[in-house]
């Protein structure tokens, strides 16, 4: 008797089902919307349904307008998909046949610093600031590439002799975090032309270039790259004291030949 009221109660479920074209489950079972072929509730009243007409599937929301919606309220973490190519900083990409993993993906984002003022030393320097230095942060969780580009024109402040140039080195250093880069860091010499007075405004560019890779950690990362100037005079020539010029000629006006100091951050995700 029992069997046979299961197999009763199994066929009309089955064609109240068919007729109608909509079975509810779980919460408030006597309830469903009127354009739901299936609707889940559950006990906080979240809903997840299939609409009669297209067969959108709505997950938070009753009334989905694509395919699949889903609908958590302001609540971050809607969708979860482990396959095992998750990981921190990965973007879920499709390939030819529409087919979702989770893939790294690489973007640039571009720091740029430029003196505003030249500055000015006499004599030797070991770390002369130059107003060049930005701290940039790694998210937790990325990988990145970084290309420090530095261009500081340097030279002297005033028309001299060629016999009054200084002998000395001229240079910059770029410093990660306090410490010297070795491929960071450039210099080029002056040095007297013999007795020639013919004069001049001697000057160059020194151009930098250093390269890192940042391996992903679990928290930020700040790194600061600082420019500072360098003068390593070793001897004055014909009585002249020379004062050493970085950045630009001056701080208004053309700048053509001189230029401005800058330096260029490239940070490039993946």
Known sequence: MKI???????????WFSTAKAQVKIGANPASIGATSNLEVEA???NKTIIQKD???VGIGTTSPGAKLEVNNGTTAGAVKLVDGTQGIGKVLTSDA????????????VVYKVAATQPVDVIGSVDSLDLGLSKTITIPAGRNAVITVFTNVPAGLDSVVSLNQIPNAYIGTRLKRNGIDTEE?????????FGNSASTIVPMSHVVGQFT????????DQLITYKTQGYVEQWSISNGYTPTYRFNMWAASGDNFDWG????VINVTYY
């Open 4 to 14: 046979n009221c299961l197999l009763f109660t199994l066929t009309t479920l089955t």
């Open 43 to 45: 006990a906080n009243g």
């Open 54 to 56: 297209n067969g959108n």
């Open 97 to 108: 046949n529409g087919v979702g993993t989770w893939q790294s993906i690489g973007s640039t």
């Open 184 to 192: 960071g860091s450039r210099k080029f010499t002056l040095a007297a």
């Open 212 to 219: 890192e890779t940042i391996v992903a950690a679990n928290t």
């Open 260 to 263: 401005r100091a800058t330096m």
